[in-house]
């Protein structure tokens, strides 16, 4: 064997495999679906997860599952623990939940309450801001606590959503946390609880559970419980959108602006979007019979009918924030096919369970939908899987909001990867710039 | 790093294990069974699914199980589902059973009815022929439904069974769809249901799976309830065949003449092999006390001693047949070490369950039979998998199932491959050629 | 492309891979633990199968397990399921468990009896020394038998252990062997039974198994059912150790001289290290209470507070001794994080199950802490595993028998792989020249 190929070792595919994605990326047709390796192949998802949750902001959590000092949350991004602990004064810490000893997880449970961060292992102990306090009495004369401390991790706030971010460089966010606070406001996060929270495992790429998200093309004959309040369009600039529809807008708007409710679009980029809808007319919440789920209404909200004020947060949140109660939905990727989405409904922190609400009424519509979503994801990545798989075309009309996600991801993948970003996307998707 | 290296990737490297295992085939003994990477290794497996399964002929069901215009049947092979319906006319035809919007697999259900072809994603329609109806009233005006038709695969009857090619230039066939059609004429398989279907898992590599089912020899010891009924043997020419034997088969088929039933010998090349032979003395079809297992006979047939026609079908199916039932084999790789074996008892259309069949007294003979051959397959996996492992020598009487087998294997992978297929290969394989 | 490169295949990359391990070793800090590739990279792994557990003697079991001619038992190693039987004479032999035809599994039960050793496929029969007896009867005339033995495996006792090795060269072994011949005298290995088998599988790789068995750092806290009996330290010269401890030690060591009961340290370099130490005062045997878990004394023992002698064998196996009962410990890897622990207690032979023992009472501690050191080690592993994780430092106190064990692995992989050998390993690990 020539002794120079030796040189050459598995380094060279990760580069060459990036080279092709990005070039995959650069040549595609925007009004059609991604290419199959996209959705199915382990070097790709590899890349998705180095360029997109290892870089980007991820939303993880509300501020309330962490009311008081030394409460945490974790949670596993990639192959990565995280964790996130309210500090002393109220501030939030965030960091990989890994002992600088010999690299145990510190905190294992899903949501707890500590005093100091201690280690299951060998009892090495860390200050809640990440500092190494306790490494046993035996490391020797040279050992420099300082050198130890928890490997942090960025995190923000907006709106009472905790977000982190893996990176070095976390991109620019502070637009959008601004109006999270502002379009938050009247919900008082803070004084908020966990009523419900489920974890399904959809057996699909994350960003087919995305696309899944971004449209209701596919409401209509797929989501009955849903439709019974959700109504399909929003944006009365849709040219789908009928006289009776503008009108209803229009009335619920003119409520919300007596109430000072936000409700106007904002967006940052394609990253960001929110926009206030009414629910179908004669329906207060997303429940089976349109009702409240929960009779005590959140922060300072008078009016229970404020439609659903609907958050994006691309690449892993959706959101659906109502008068009564809110609902967080998580997307976190487990492996090329396979794809955690976590969903939390959250009610006033004073609501009593049996009496306010009925966490069976209130998970009702949304575990049906959830798993309605799973099957057609799941369908979506058998079928794809396909030698005769090719990129279909996207309706410019119905699917959108899949056109926009899909751009977005292109323009974040180039540009994280370093590659050259076609005009388009770049014009497109200037986050942090406008809303 | 050797800036000219990095233009090597991973497609270097299918090739040279193409390479690898073409060389591996022209070079071993025939009479030895295969080295240890065609029965474990995932690349050479991958070779095997592109090189046979999407392009060779594979038996997927039988006719009776789509009786009407409308009714389907789907299966997957490898990573492609397939979908396979009764069009207008009683025609057959077979798709990939994925949309071409946005690829999600359209028809879910393992056998069903429908009108049209509905995507149920987003309600992409078409014609049981494959063509686009409908796709939505927003796809834009220089949208070209024609461009959309479902894509085609292969498909062909004879004798009532079905087979797919997935490959863009089928191998020839038609020799042995008339020979088909010519042996089951007696057994009217349109007019047949499936009373009993199971599906297991072996874990084993496929070839094993097909191994274990060339050969008797491991019968004695290994198969009681079997050979209640079945003579090890099927061939007179058998060297080890007694005059016994040979006088049973003659008084048989002489029955047989006169009744106009088909049982002399055919095949084409190694792929396909047909033989009828008597069943034991004084037993007349494969169940625990060898009476029948259905009441009714099939089709045209009134002696119900009609032994067993054994059919093959390389690479995915073996068959019996009898006067009461016949009962289909039919084996899908799931992965290196992973087959699907799907079995289905078919009777008469108007046999009655509970009056005359029982289900349960009709499965136990091959239930037990193939969960003693999944042990088998898996035991010979876990010892091939070892380092020890040596390709061993296989006893050209016992075995000589098993040799025409893999000299079929071979001489397939090798031509498909575009790769020098050596002489020997060549003369014994003339698939359609004689019978 | 370059013709040239298309030469390259996937062996370059196990090779580069070796040169990347290697040098990982070569250049590592010895104090740290070990880089993540070590714990969790698949081709590192299948290097420390193929550099550790097939070329290094392994702990497969005990004498008393095959009292007879044709007991056998059977392993996996890795790939390699592995035969011990005991031939006539009362020989030990050992085998790859593979037959020479098709190369199915021979012995597929864990533990059993046979006359001789015949394939359950096609019957092929060998001796219990591996030599083909019957393999059908056409198999054609210039068959040869004699090339058909079973593959052996080495095979050695010692103290009742047995152990084997798959490399082709084993390492020296006698001193070990004529050590533990010595200090297992008083127990008589050959009258013992199995009164409990334990199988657990931890979700980590085999080396932060054996890194958690290599201290007792984390046992306070950890382990409450262990320290009601284990002292912590088991060197008198450990500088943690008080007056009390020593005076302890210096007792127990004067009743144990005259009872002629071996308990002087002994080592081969860092591969095996032997110790006797009491346990808690007033304590006699690992169990809840510390009373004797069985009433038959072993072998030639009449005083039941003997302490445990501890037996390290690297690298898979570590055991405790008891006057009334011993208890096996073997490792083996089923994956980079995924290994098996089997866990056996012996006892005299004519302990009688419910008068002498009560197996629930003598399994107690041991399974809690078998599954605390589970929970222990895959936590280790989930913080590994994250792209935070580095190297963090031993304590040359705590930790020295896991900067032992590491030390020892190290000049192990090097030296196995054919790799220079750092002179700091290379002292600390002279196996079989000093005890």
Known sequence: MNPELTLLDEDAHPSSSRDRLACDLQERDRFYSLPQNFYNDPQYHQHDMEEIFYKEWLMVGVVSEIPKKGNYITVQVGDNPILVVRGAGGTIEAFFNVCRHRGSRLCTQHRGKVAKLVCPYHKWAYELDGKLLYAGNEMGEDFDKEKFSLKKVHVRTGGGFIFVCLGKEPPAFDNFLS????????????????????NIIEKANWKLVLENNRECYHCDGSHPELLRTLLEWDDTNDPRADQAFKDHVAAKEA???????????????????????????????MTMDGKQGSQKLMGRIKNPDLGSMRILHLPNSWNHCMGDHLITFRVLPLGP?????????????????GVDYDPENLRKVWDATNDQDRVLAEENQQGINSMAYQPGPYSKTYEFGVINFIDWYCERMLNNMGKEVPETYRRLNNVDLDH
Chains 1, 2, 3 share one sequence.
């Open 255 to 285: 409520e919300w602006t007596a109430e000072s409710i936000p409700f106007k679009h904002a967006s940052s980029g394609l990253r960001n979007r929110i926009v206030r809808m009414p629910l179908a007319e004669g329906t207060l919440s």
């Open 337 to 353: 096919q396979e794809t955690l989405v976590t969903t939390k409904w959250l009610v006033h922190k004073d609501a009593v369970e």
């Open 179 to 198: 109006t999270l606070d502002e379009y938050l406001e009247p919900y008082d996060m803070e004084n908020t609880k966990v009523a419900v929270e489920t």
